[in-house]
Structures are given as structure tokens and as C-alpha cells.
């Protein structure tokens, strides 16, 4: 009788645990969806803002676009991380002669949480321009996609290296 017992035991609690797992799951709040024309028109919006800020020379404006953990990552210089490192960062380029920016987003891929912007830019230095190409991954915050990640690079050729000392 024992042996017969515990297994029925076993059973019933196992029955009791599966029939609470599902009340739980028909109780639960639905999830949302994850709207990716939405997210692709936001930024579309931030790249526009982006543009705005810099012929506006507002270096803050630019770093508003990013996270507070921001890290950009030009090609030849080392990593900004937050907000004050890419504000100046900006603002050297400003001052600089860096007053005008295009972005042309190629692709985007992600979820809900981050996605993956690919795409190319033209750099205004003045008279002088630099194109070249991104990738950004954007980091949903507080219901907002801010940039996390920012890496870019020139397709001009590099600067010729100065002549050796002797």
C-alpha cells in the first residue's frame, strides 16, 4: 500500500502545480509587440535631431541622443564612454569646423530591447567632406531608442603618414 501511495501523492502535486501554472498564465497581463516600422520612424527622427544639433553647434544636443553609458568609438582615437566624453567630444569637432552631418540608414535589425542600425554619412568640414560609414546599436530607455553604441569610419583614404626623422 505504501509503495502504491506515494506515486498518487507524487501525482496529485504534480496535477495541483501544472493547473496553477496555467491560471497564472491565463491571469498574466499580454505582453506588448514589438512595433519595428515604429522603432525604424524613431530613428529616422533621431538621426534627424542628430543633423539639427550639429548645425546648430549644440554639442549637448548631440550627447542628449545618446544613453548616460554611451561609448563612441571613432576610428583612430580611443573610446568616449557617457555623456560629458561624447559632449566634448562633439564639441571639438564643432569647433573643429564640423557643421553638418547626413545619415542614410541602410538597414535595421533587433528586438524590442536594442537594434542594430547600418548605415553610411557624409561628414561636413566646411568646404571640406567626409564620407564614410556606421554601425549604432540603440538601446530602448525608459520607452525612448537613445544610442549605446556608435562606431564609425572613413572610406576616404587615410592622411599620408609625416616623414621620417633622421
Do not use: H
Amino acid at each position: 500500500m505504501k509503495r502504491l501511495l506515494m506515486p498518487l501523492c507524487m501525482l496529485a502535486l504534480l496535477s495541483v502545480g501544472c493547473n496553477n501554472e496555467k491560471a497564472a498564465e491565463e491571469t498574466a497581463a499580454p505582453t506588448s509587440t514589438f512595433n519595428m516600422a515604429a522603432a525604424k520612424d524613431s530613428i529616422a527622427a533621431s538621426n534627424a535631431a542628430f543633423a539639427k544639433a550639429l548645425t546648430n553647434k549644440d554639442s549637448a544636443g548631440v550627447a542628449a541622443l545618446y544613453t548616460s553609458d554611451a561609448v563612441l568609438m571613432p576610428a583612430n582615437m580611443p573610446v568616449f564612454t557617457g555623456t560629458a566624453a561624447i559632449t566634448a567630444f562633439m564639441g571639438e569637432g564643432i569647433r573643429g569646423g564640423m557643421n553638418s552631418i547626413n545619415l542614410q540608414t541602410t538597414e535595421v535589425f533587433g528586438t524590442g530591447d536594442m537594434l542594430t542600425e547600418v548605415g553610411t554619412y557624409t561628414l561636413s568640414f566646411g568646404p571640406e567632406q567626409d564620407k564614410g560609414k556606421y554601425i549604432v546599436i540603440w538601446k530602448n530607455d525608459g520607452g525612448k531608442w537613445k544610442m549605446f553604441r556608435d562606431i564609425f569610419n572613413s572610406d576616404n583614404p587615410p592622411a599620408p603618414m609625416p616623414p621620417a626623422k633622421k
